[in-house]
């Protein structure tokens, strides 16, 4: 029996990482799209239509996550905004930062420099250009279970962090397949067996990848800041039961300067 996400129309308020007068970042459950677009069939609750109810302005998307995937989205509060953080974004002067439960266990460190053809569903993928993406990967902790899932004996799985130089559709799902680590929860490039196993066993119905931090130069402010998210309920749970807890993270926010380190960035309204 499939477990479903929560309900959209059940969730509460989007989480508010940080808002200032030009910008603002929210924590993005999985499942829920990001816009209105052809995939939506009969969904009531996006996060831009969300996010300007709930703060009654509009706002501008200046990056993407994927439905499946939770964590931190940015948005900028007027077009000003939107064109200095967008070009930070297509200049590759932000940095993101992932983490992915994946089957196996990963290498300790490797980037995939792979180039990636476009996946629109309409033409055949090998008409479609092949476009620069590097990610870089880092194993930060392994975890092997007494269940023979697959033809082992044992079942081994590891927690993998992602810094993506590029921002192509998919890009570390299928660098992490193309290593033979698939992430948990990716019916498209994973093995079904594992993810049946992690949604009816370990309460993990959803694919186990989560955008955890982005930092980059506030576009007004001069400063780096850092913006961090925590997995949804489920991954976190997870990340406990294999002993992995001291990866979580929490929703925040900090200033970076080479004086002083880390200063907390506090949202103007937590509680929007």
């Known amino acids: 029996m499939t477990v479903p996400l929560t309900p959209t129309e059940r969730l509460g308020p989007l989480p508010v990482i940080y808002r200032d007068a030009r910008l603002i970042a929210v924590a993005k459950p999985p499942g829920m799209l990001v816009h209105r677009t052809a995939l939506a069939r009969g969904e009531t609750r996006f996060v831009m239509q969300t996010l300007r109810d709930q703060i009654g302005q509009h706002v501008f998307p200046v990056h993407r996550l994927d439905r499946p995937t939770g964590g931190v989205l940015l948005f900028a509060l007027d077009s000003e905004a939107a064109a200095a953080l967008t070009r930070a974004f297509t200049g590759h002067r932000v940095s993101k930062r992932y983490l992915a439960v994946v ?80 992430i948990i929860g990716d019916a498209k490039h994973g093995k079904g067996i594992h993810n049946r ?17 982005l930092e980059f130069r506030h576009p007004f402010e001069g ?47 937590a509680l929007l």
């Not at 490797?110 to 250009?129: F, Q, T």
């Not at 196993?197 to 931090?213: I, T």
């Not at 001291?246 to 960035?265: E, K, V, Y």
């Open 223 to 269: 400063h780096q800041l850092r913006l961090e998210a925590a997995p949804d309920d489920h991954f976190s749970a997870l990340l406990a039961r294999f002993g992995w807890q001291a990866h979580l993270t929490r929703n925040d926010a900090h200033w970076m300067t080479p004086a002083t380190g880390a200063a907390r960035a506090e949202p103007i309204d």
């Open 103 to 182: 089957r196996g266990w990963g290498p300790e460190t490797i980037s995939v420099d792979a180039p990636l053809r476009e996946e629109d569903g309409i033409r055949p993928k090998a008409e479609m250009p092949a476009h620069p993406a590097l990610t870089h990967f880092r194993r930060l902790a392994t975890a092997e279970i007494p269940v023979a899932i697959d033809r082992y004996p044992q079942s081994r799985y590891s927690l993998m962090e992602a810094r993506p130089e590029t921002g192509r559709r998919h890009q570390i799902r299928r660098h992490l397949a193309r290593c033979g680590h698939p």
């Open 197 to 213: 196993y992690f949604r009816d066993h370990l309460d993990c119905p959803h694919l186990l990848l989560s955008a955890v931090a």
